[in-house]
């Protein structure tokens, strides 16, 4: 079975803290995905990697940075929290191959108060 | 541009009803792959079924099937029988063909939040 974690399932932080949330998976997958999800909004890409220390950004960058420094961890990294990034965070990975489904993570519940 | 609508909010129903979820959705391109997850309460998302645009046939597993229709655009997800299991969020998906490192890419509908009640 495909097995992804998150370092957290809730996180309590305040504004101006740097905020780390840890991903890794077990599958040996090229790609690794953060997203947030936000009621009405859906999920919406962050940022992914296809390799490490490669990463694209994704639809919504902007107050995010990553890290893949091993294949199986990708880190998600917010530099100075803010309220706004009060949010669902949900990692995936998956197979390099066009046709392969993303996998995700039980979610980190992040609070910035 | 890929979009993913889910045009159903939420939807409430009593346990043994069948229920249809809605999924349209727009690309340019000529192939292509459409998902569905539920994401119960706990928050995981769980895979439930990937198509590519070759193919239309229809695909049953369980109580769970889906109606593949390229005419129209659309996936839809229907539950028969429902139960209070199947109570979560549902996720429609599109994801490009392309062998560039864009073509990972999911594009997710808004959700709809099924509801089913004993």
């Known amino acids: 079975d495909v097995k992804v974690t998150q370092s957290s399932r809730y996180l309590v932080k305040r504004t101006g803290e740097k905020v780390f949330l840890e991903c890794v998976q077990d599958m040996d997958h090229e790609n690794m995905f953060w997203y947030r999800q936000d009621p009405g909004l859906g999920l919406r890409l962050i940022y992914f990697?296809?390799?490490?220390?490669?990463?694209e950004k994704g639809d919504i960058p902007e107050g995010y940075s990553v890290s893949r420094e091993k294949k199986e961890r990708f880190s998600l990294i917010l530099e100075s929290a803010s309220t706004n990034q009060t949010s669902m965070y949900l990692c995936?990975?998956?197979?390099?191959?066009?046709?392969?489904?993303?996998?995700f993570g039980p979610g980190t519940r992040l609070l910035v108060l | 541009a890929q979009k993913v609508t889910q045009a159903q909010t939420e939807i409430s129903v009593v346990e043994k009803e069948d229920v249809t979820l809605d999924c349209v959705y727009e690309?340019?391109?000529?192939?292509?792959?459409l998902f569905w997850y539920k994401q119960p309460p706990s928050g995981e998302l769980v895979f439930l079924i990937r198509r590519n645009s070759f193919d239309e046939q229809n695909e049953i597993s369980g109580r769970y099937s889906w109606n593949f229709q390229k005419s129209t655009s659309s996936f839809n997800f229907t539950i028969t029988a429902s139960q209070v299991v199947d109570s979560a969020v549902y996720f429609c998906a599109l994801r490009r063909n392309g062998r560039e490192t864009s073509g990972s890419r999911l594009t997710f509908g808004e959700g709809t939040q099924l509801t089913v009640n004993p």
């Open positions: 990697s296809y390799d490490v220390k490669m990463k």
């Open positions: 995936a990975s998956s197979h390099g191959q066009n046709q392969e489904t993303q996998y």
């Open positions: 690309t340019r391109d000529t192939t292509y792959y």
